[in-house]
T-cell receptor
Framework: GAVVSQHPSRVICKSGTSVKIECRSL??????MFWYRQFPKQSLMLMATSNEGSKATYEQGVEKDKFLINHASLTLSTLTVTSAHPEDSSFYIC???????????????FGNGTRLTVT | SQQGEEDPQALSIQEGENATMNCSYKTSINNLQWYRQNSGRGLVHLILIRSNEREKHSGRLRVTLDTSKKSSSLLITASRAADTASYFCATVTSGSRLTFGEGTQLTVNP
């Protein structure tokens, strides 16, 4: 096993509202989770690294006040898109590593992604 | 920044043929990983190859790594329609994060 569950799979919201996306590791503990954004037919862009019990580390150019990340437990990280705008429409994917301390030297396990559409 | 560059961007083959995808990168790496993504889904890890390894196999998959040329290849033998997906290489540099390439869209025609 190494299952990562992401919810919801699709969400449509109106401009100005907030949307929360959950990422859960079902059969392992993940001290570190990663949030990516993917545009159609493009690669994954890392948005932030989420560490359990501490503040997330955001990539350059990612607004931390707009994309709120909370990693309150070893199995759950959430991404909240605040005051969503149509340009926030995208595919958001989370991932987690089973091994702490060397997250980049072991495979990542991905959720199935969330398709966000802001109207 | 995206370190990995993959070619071809798109590849269309017939079932039973072999598919080869290439990945080039610019800086020294700790390891290189290949992932598969079905349309509208998350990524699935295929193979991880470390910088001191030259070749790894997993079922119908064969990955090579040439650190002198800063390149890797993924070979899928005896392809099946179910292999249709996007394939991404991802590099890990020392003390850094996983960086994904642009991907190759593979279509296997039945």
């Amino acid at each position: 096993g190494a299952v990562v569950s992401q919810h919801p799979s699709r969400v449509i919201c109106k401009s100005g509202t907030s949307v929360k996306i959950e990422c859960r590791s079902l059969d392992f503990q993940a001290t570190t989770m990663f949030w990516y954004r993917q545009f159609p037919k493009q690669s994954l862009m890392l948005m932030a690294t989420s560490n359990e019990g501490s503040k997330a580390t955001y990539e350059q150019g990612v607004e931390k006040d707009k994309f709120l990340i909370n990693h309150a437990s070893l199995t759950l990280s959430t991404l909240t898109v605040t005051s969503a705008h149509p340009e926030d429409s995208s595919f958001y994917i989370c991932s987690a590593s089973k091994i702490s301390g060397s997250s980049y030297n072991s495979p990542l396990h991905f959720g199935n992604g969330t398709r966000l559409t802001v109207t | 920044s995206q370190q990995g560059e993959e070619d071809p961007q798109a590849l269309s083959i017939q079932e039973g043929e072999n598919a080869t995808m290439n990945c080039s990168y610019k800086t020294s790496i700790n390891n290189l990983q290949w992932y598969r993504q079905n349309s509208g889904r998350g990524l699935v890890h295929l193979i991880l190859i470390r910088s001191n390894e030259r070749e790894k196999h997993s079922g119908r998959l064969r990955v090579t790594l040439d650190t002198s040329k800063k390149s890797s290849s993924l070979l899928i033998t005896a392809s099946r329609a179910a292999d249709t997906a996007s394939y991404f290489c991802a590099t890990v540099t020392s003390g850094s994060r996983l960086t994904f390439g642009e991907g190759t869209q593979l279509t296997v025609n039945p």
